[in-house]
């Protein structure tokens, strides 16, 4: 079975830096055909896609956010590790990591999220 | 970067109602469009990808069609665990945008 959750703090303070988990099962993250995105959705808007890193370390990221993420993996973990910067009210959102398949680039399985409020 | 725009923004139906929903890529996408669907306090469930494969263990009512830059998402009929918001969501050169969401309500 194929399982992804994500863990880290729920509160943080403005300008502090974000850190998230995503603890995969079931799959490799040296497999070839997959990889792993993070995205974010705020209260009551749509979903934003973050970054995203393929099997060989590859990584892609937002554009209007790139400047404050980084995404990592360690594969022995199965882990993969999204950082974002100088966190602000506005970044207050359920953060997913999900599964892509390369042959589609689709996101086939989903963390359950984890919420993210910035408040001093 | 790649916009991607859908409509209705809101859709009020009835069970048994045929719905269509219309995503459009500001540049060509190719095939590289998926569906989702999301109910309140849950992740999203992926529906079809690359515009018109239906993932596994979705029901054959969802449908996908489209390529370039115009898809649509088609429940053929209606159900009640339909009631909910679906997005579009594109690939492209390393790059992933949804669309806004359309909320389909009941009637």
Not at chain 1, 48 to 58: G, R
Not at chain 2, 35 to 45: I, L, T
Not at chain 2, 62 to 80: A, D, K, N, R
Request: glycine share 6%.
């Amino acid at each position: 079975q194929v399982t992804l959750k994500e863990s880290g703090p729920v509160l943080v303070k403005p300008t502090e830096t974000l850190t998230l988990t995503c603890t995969v099962s079931g799959f490799s993250l040296s497999n070839a055909r997959m990889g792993v995105s993070w995205i974010r959705q705020p209260p009551g808007k749509a979903l934003e896609w973050l970054a995203h890193i393929f099997s060989n370390d590859e990584k892609s990221y937002s554009t209007s956010l790139k400047s404050r993420l980084t995404i990592s993996k360690d594969t022995s973990k199965s882990q993969v590790v999204l950082t974002m910067t100088n966190m602000d009210p506005v970044d207050t959102a359920t953060y997913y990591c999900a599964r892509t398949m390369v042959r589609s680039y689709g996101m086939d399985v989903w963390g359950q999220g984890t919420t993210v409020t910035v408040s001093s | 970067d790649i916009q991607m725009t859908q409509s209705p923004s809101t859709l009020s139906a009835s069970v048994g109602d045929r719905v269509t929903i219309t995503c459009r890529a500001s540049q060509s996408i190719s095939s590289w469009l998926a569906w989702y669907q999301q109910k309140p306090g849950k992740a999203p469930k992926l529906l079809i990808y690359k515009a018109s494969s239906l993932e596994s263990g979705v029901p054959s009512r969802f449908s996908g069609s489209g390529s370039g830059t115009e898809f649509t998402l088609t429940i053929s009929s209606l159900q009640p665990d339909d009631f909910a918001t679906y997005y579009c969501q594109q690939y492209n050169s390393c790059t992933w945008t949804f669309g806004q969401g359309t909320k389909v309500e009941i009637k």
